[in-house]
């Protein structure tokens, strides 16, 4: 029989993605077979799925823990945020449509039937569903309506964990406070609860726990250290981009963080080298001087981004590292704004109108209404190695520096565009550094060289992923937290 367990959070960024893949990893080395699932995932760093869909890269990492495929239905519903109030609307792995805030409130009572749909076609498929919730049921102002915490619990009749974190701060509060807010039946279905990122002696912190048990009534599963490793995954949040190790030395590597970066995950392996140092530049700050590579990274809504690379000043300053015979590229987003002209006449990602790129490649990019999304293989045309990514954007790029693609695809297809000296190159493919031969052919063509040890990057990532389910099956009560687990069908 099928079971399944929602985690939620008692606020947002409380480390739930990471916890589920952690237990997925754990439960699946256990012998189950196991299904990450979202509801609904609000993230512009997105992943292609083998069924030819989109969804939240945490799921995408959660079901490598699973030792699975992704699929569109692990992540029926997920918002792409476009600017500050709008955001595009992607169901089972599609676009819908781009909405305001309000607009999508008032559809979220017609999503729940595909989010159900897609829940009970995964679960047929698995003996345990973990479903990670968003943000937090204590936001009780979005309860009507709510497909991403306690109305798809409602909806389910599954059980729910509540995980806090203590690294912030305040975590008796976050628990317990979450519990005074919460309607009784939300509350009722809450069975547990986790303390997250404790630095130190977790003992010292028995008795808080205890309190939270106390007060809620609700089991306490464990206290939860910190995991040191957890930037070596991909982050769900660019923010998280900052933690890893700080290096000075070696190839220097300046990415300017966009106000709507995408699919930034494109840095993972170029942070994890050891003889690399990648600097995300916030806004307000100069795009640093001694940079070997400026990467632009993808962007959601590309001619608004590229208005405000305006306004920080980093057109001045790519320029002069241009005229310095350093080295760019721009992947997808970053890509259009290098050309010559972004064209968006019917509105695609913001306001219709066309734009002037920042006119280092001789490409110009149409926005139009279908979305490409592939998984792609392709050979590195300078040096011959094979590499794997992804296509995920809206737009086509044409123009005569499309004559120097760099990749060649696998059905035959030239992609990428180049500067006459070479030094200046987009393309549309994402996940190209986490390919071994491409990273190390990119870092030696700057002057430097790949150093990861006989530990590859995707060999990594799969060692992190154990040490992950080694870290939660040391500090949890996997075996309770299974108990709790609920069949399905039982609303």
């Known amino acids: 029989?099928?079971?399944?367990?929602?985690?939620?959070?008692?606020?947002?960024?409380?480390?739930?993605?990471?916890?589920v893949a952690g237990l997925a990893r754990a439960f699946t080395r256990r012998g189950l077979r196991v299904a990450p699932f979202k509801p609904q995932n609000m993230s512009n760093n997105a992943s292609v799925t083998v069924d030819g869909g989109e969804i939240g890269r945490a799921q995408a990492l959660q079901a490598r823990a699973a030792g699975r495929e992704p699929l569109a239905d692990m992540n029926p519903v997920l918002l792409k945020p476009e600017s500050e109030t709008g955001a595009q609307v992607v169901v089972q792995g599609r676009r819908r449509a781009t909405l305001r805030a309000r607009d999508y409130a008032a559809m979220k009572a017609e999503?729940?039937?595909?989010?159900?749909e897609s829940f009970h076609r995964l679960a047929a498929s698995a003996d345990l569903v973990l479903i990670e919730g968003a943000g937090s049921p204590a936001e009780i102002n979005l309860r009507a309506g709510d497909i991403a915490n306690m109305g798809f619990a409602e909806?389910?009749?599954?059980?729910v964990l509540l995980v806090g974190d203590i690294d912030r701060g305040g975590v008796i509060a976050q628990l317990v406070g979450t519990h005074a807010v919460l309607p009784e039946a939300d509350r009722d279905r809450i069975k547990g609860f986790i303390v997250n990122k404790f630095r130190g002696d977790a003992t010292l912190f028995a008795?808080?726990?205890?309190?939270?048990?106390?007060?809620?009534?609700?089991?306490?599963?464990?206290?939860?250290?910190?995991?040191?490793?957890?930037?070596?995954?991909?982050?769900?949040?660019?923010?998280?981009?900052?933690?890893?190790?700080?290096?000075?030395?070696?190839?220097?590597?300046?990415v300017p963080r966009l106000r709507r970066i995408a699919n930034f995950d494109d840095l993972d392996p170029l942070k994890a080298e050891p003889g690399v140092t990648l600097t995300l530049v916030p806004p307000g700050r100069p795009l640093p001087g001694d940079a070997d590579l400026v990467l632009i990274p993808g962007s959601k809504s590309t001619i608004a981004d590229l208005a405000d690379f305006r306004a920080q000043g980093w057109d001045i300053d790519l320029a002069a590292h241009i005229r310095r015979g350093g080295h760019v590229l721009g992947l997808c987003g970053g890509y259009q704004m290098l050309g010559r002209e972004i064209i968006d006449e019917g509105g695609i990602e913001g306001p219709p109108g066309?734009?002037?790129?920042?006119?280092?490649?001789?490409?110009?990019?149409?926005?139009?209404?279908?979305?490409?999304?592939?998984?792609?293989?392709?050979?590195?045309?300078?040096?011959?190695?094979?590499?794997t990514g992804y296509e995920i954007h809206l737009g086509e790029?044409?123009?005569?520096?499309?004559?120097?693609?760099?990749?060649?695809?696998?059905?035959?297809?030239?992609e990428g565009a180049a500067s006459a000296d070479g030094k200046v190159r987009g393309c549309y493919l994402h996940g190209l550094f986490a390919s071994d031969a491409f990273r190390a052919a990119?870092?030696?063509?700057?002057?430097?060289?790949?150093?990861?040890?006989?530990?590859?990057?995707e060999e990594g990532l799969e060692a992190t992923l154990d040490a992950l389910a080694a870290h939660v099956e040391a500090h949890l009560d996997l075996d309770r937290i299974r108990g709790l687990a609920g069949p399905l069908g039982a609303a």
Request: hydrophobic letters at 40%.
């Open 111 to 116: 999503l729940l039937a595909p989010v159900l």
């Open 1 to 19: 029989m099928t079971r399944a367990i929602m985690i939620q959070g008692a606020g947002s960024n409380v480390g739930k993605s990471l916890l």
């Open 442 to 457: 990119c870092l030696a063509e700057l002057g430097g060289a790949s150093d990861l040890g006989a530990l590859a990057y």
């Open 207 to 254: 008795e808080g726990a205890a309190e939270i048990a106390r007060r809620t009534g609700w089991d306490d599963l464990g206290t939860l250290p910190w995991f040191e490793d957890a930037w070596r995954l991909p982050a769900e949040d660019v923010l998280d981009l900052a933690t890893g190790p700080k290096r000075t030395g070696g190839l220097h590597i300046a």
């Open 354 to 387: 066309r734009a002037p790129g920042l006119g280092h490649l001789d490409v110009t990019t149409t926005m139009g209404e279908k979305k490409n999304l592939s998984l792609c293989k392709a050979t590195y045309i300078p040096a011959g190695c094979a590499l």
């Open 155 to 159: 909806a389910t009749g599954l059980p």
């Open 397 to 414: 790029t044409t123009g005569p520096d499309r004559a120097r693609a760099f990749l060649r695809l696998e059905d035959g297809r030239l």
